[in-house]
């Protein structure tokens, strides 16, 4: 452990060009993914352009509770099921799971499909339940 501190203290300059590197690539992959949304301005995004919420979770979590008016598409199905959402193409498209880790990778496969208003909410439904936001069954 001396040595390490030793090395930090003799390369300090590598060390900060690591640091900037790793913060750049996380800050560019979650760019791509599309901008995260608390759930409020998820649902005045969603009501002021006529977008869609799309829940990423499976049919059984998606059954026990969801957003109004929510399309289900389990995250593992996006790809297979990606053109229900062709006509939400040029909207607003909210991804929405569990507790907000899996809508970054569905982002990306949207935005690569040429989706033009990709959002991830943050905190998923997790979230969205602790703001005693409405749910149905």
Not at 19 to 40: D, N, Y
Not at 90 to 100: F, I, R
Not at 101 to 109: R, T
């Amino acid at each position: 452990m001396a040595l390490f501190f030793e090395f930090l203290a003799q390369q300090w300059v590598l060390f900060a060009a690591l640091l900037t590197v790793i913060v750049m690539l996380f800050l560019h992959e979650a760019r791509k993914s599309g901008p995260s949304l608390s759930p409020q301005q998820a649902i005045n995004l969603i009501n002021q352009k006529e977008g869609v919420f799309v829940d990423l979770r499976d049919a059984a979590d998606y059954k026990q509770g969801h957003i109004v008016g929510a399309v289900n598409i389990p995250a593992a199905k996006l790809a297979a099921r990606m053109s229900e959402l062709d006509k939400f193409k040029s909207k607003p498209v909210v991804l929405v799971c569990k507790m907000g880790q899996q809508s970054g990778a569905a982002g990306k496969q949207l935005k690569a499909a040429n989706f033009e208003d990709v959002y991830k909410m943050s905190g998923g439904m997790m979230e969205w339940g602790n703001l005693q936001l409405p749910t149905v069954n």
